[in-house]
């Protein structure tokens, strides 16, 4: 099956911090995305991207369609508390003749620095 | 409000008991997908509809598992005779095609 390697699992953050984080197949996506999610709710989309090659701000996060098309990374700016949370990276793919399926990383927990 | 509606938000009920949620996504979407995530891992695909159609469907959706999207508008999934390994929180999502997916808040699942 299709797998999503996201990475890191895990970091810690100082408010005013530049954080990044990157998503990674063996396979070619058609489409990446990525999202944050708090305790208790559903995912919430940050940015999609839809090109090989793209970059896409949103506010402090910038996010980019690898040119290979199997990569994409996700940056935040200057991060402040409520940047806390998790990021999952997600992708569309053909694969197996798949139109629907929207396959999801494992996530990357942002904390703040003790 | 005008986003994904999943109701109920929370359900307890003994293993062995049938339940069923309830999907209403963005009016003007015409996909729409169930997601089910357990703790500490993403969401895993079970089924969308294009409109009323269910196009697809995971392995992961077992024969005690159906949904229907009858008018192409809400969705229901159903679970009968539920099992301690179906505690999980239910997402729902919509979409226009094939772009950015917006979830629901999830239906959290506990079985007793």
């Known amino acids: 099956g299709q797998q999503l390697n996201q990475s890191p699992q895990s970091m810690f953050i100082q408010e005013g911090e530049d954080v990044s984080m990157n998503c990674t197949s063996s396979s070619i996506f058609n489409t990446w995305l990525w999202y944050k999610q708090d305790p208790g709710e559903g995912p919430v989309l940050l940015i999609a991207l839809y090109k090989a090659g793209e970059l896409t701000s949103n506010g402090r996060l910038t996010a980019q369609f690898g040119i290979t098309r199997k990569d994409s990374f996700l940056n935040i700016s200057a991060s402040i508390p409520s940047d806390v949370g998790i990021y999952f990276c997600a992708g569309h793919t053909n694969y197996g003749g798949s139109q629907g399926n929207l396959i999801f990383g494992k996530g990357t927990k942002l904390s703040v620095k003790p | 409000d005008t986003g994904v509606s999943q109701n109920p938000r929370h359900k307890i009920t003994k293993r062995g008991q049938n339940v069923t949620f309830r999907c209403d996504p963005i009016s003007e979407h015409n996909r729409l997908y169930w997601y089910r995530q357990t703790l500490g891992q993403g969401p895993e695909f079970l089924t969308y509809f294009q409109n009323e159609a269910q196009l697809e469907k995971s392995r992961l959706l077992s024969d005690r598992f159906s949904a229907e999207r009858p008018k192409g508008s809400f969705s229901t999934l159903e679970i009968q005779r539920t099992e301690q390994g179906d505690s999980a929180m239910y997402l729902c999502?919509?979409?226009?095609?094939?772009?950015?997916?917006?979830f629901g808040s999830g239906t959290q699942l506990s079985v007793l």
């Open positions: 999502a919509s979409s226009l095609w094939q772009g950015g997916l917006f």
